[in-house]
Antibody, heavy 124, light 109 residues
Framework: EVQLLESGGGLVQPGGSLRLSCAAS????????MSWVRQAPGKGLEWVSA????????YYADSVKGRFTISRDNSKNTLYLQMNSLRAEDTAVYYC?????????????????WGQGTLVTVSS | SYELTQPPSVSVSPGQTARITCSGD??????AYWYQQKPGQAPVLVIY???ERPSGIPERFSGSSSGTTVTLTISGVQAEDEADYYC????????????FGGGTKLTVL
């Protein structure tokens, strides 16, 4: 059974940093690209970032480019999101999601499994 | 930036057919995907590649595409189908930036 378990969320002040983790199990982690998708309270879904199965290719939404870094440790079956220079508008539930292929290409960039999410609150 | 447009809300009575649309200029060239999200839960993929249904998704869920609009159809709506529905696609550039529609709240009356 595929499982994705996010952790690392919490309350952080504006300008602060946080690192999210997503522990994966039930599938060959290194064979699939992964993404982070967030959802602000009462709002819709927003894709944040993606990383290829090998970790060699990454993409970011313009809203987080230069502030967030996605990475993965395939030996630990874990996905990460390092978030720096956090802003109030980054407040959201952050989901990790499994893509359909190893590379980040349009035809496989959709998500068949999602974690339950971790809440990040940016507030003073 | 590329946008996908969905109606904010759709309401139907149990047993009726619900149709949720998603419009975007690149939809003739790019596949669309649909997710169902119930309160407090993670999204669930219900349709992929415009009209394919993942295993475990009831047959009453179907998808179609026509020009710049894709449609999620739920036939014989049940109370348990009340949820937010999001479409997902990409722009026509070929770059794999994921775009979600704003979401549609389906209310079962």
């Amino acid at each position: 059974e595929v499982q994705l378990l996010e952790s690392g969320g919490g309350l952080v002040q504006p300008g602060g940093s946080l690192r999210l983790s997503c522990a994966a199990s039930g599938f060959t982690f290194s064979s699939y690209a992964m993404s982070w998708v967030r959802q602000a309270p009462g709002k819709g879904l927003e894709w944040v970032s993606a990383i290829s199965g090998s970790g060699g290719s990454t993409y970011y939404a313009d809203s987080v480019k230069g502030r967030f870094t996605i990475s993965r440790d395939n030996s630990k079956n874990t996905l990460y999101l390092q978030m720096n220079s956090l802003r109030a508008e980054d407040t959201a539930v952050y989901y990790c999601a499994k893509s359909m292929g190893i590379m980040i290409v349009v035809v496989t960039m959709y998500f068949d499994y999602w974690g339950q999410g971790t809440l990040v609150t940016v507030s003073s | 930036s590329y946008e996908l447009t969905q109606p904010p809300s759709v309401s139907v009575s149990p047993g009726q057919t619900a149709r949720i649309t998603c419009s975007g200029d690149a939809l003739p060239k790019q596949y669309a995907y649909w997710y169902q999200q119930k309160p407090g839960q993670a999204p669930v993929l219900v349709i992929y590649k415009d009209s394919e249904r993942p295993s475990g998704i009831p047959e009453r869920f179907s998808g179609s595409s026509s020009g710049t609009t894709v449609t999620l159809t739920i036939s014989g709506v049940q109370a348990e189908d009340e949820a937010d529905y999001y479409c997902q696609s990409a722009d026509s550039s070929g770059t794999p930036y994921v775009v979600f529609g704003g979401g549609t709240k389906l209310t079962v009356l």
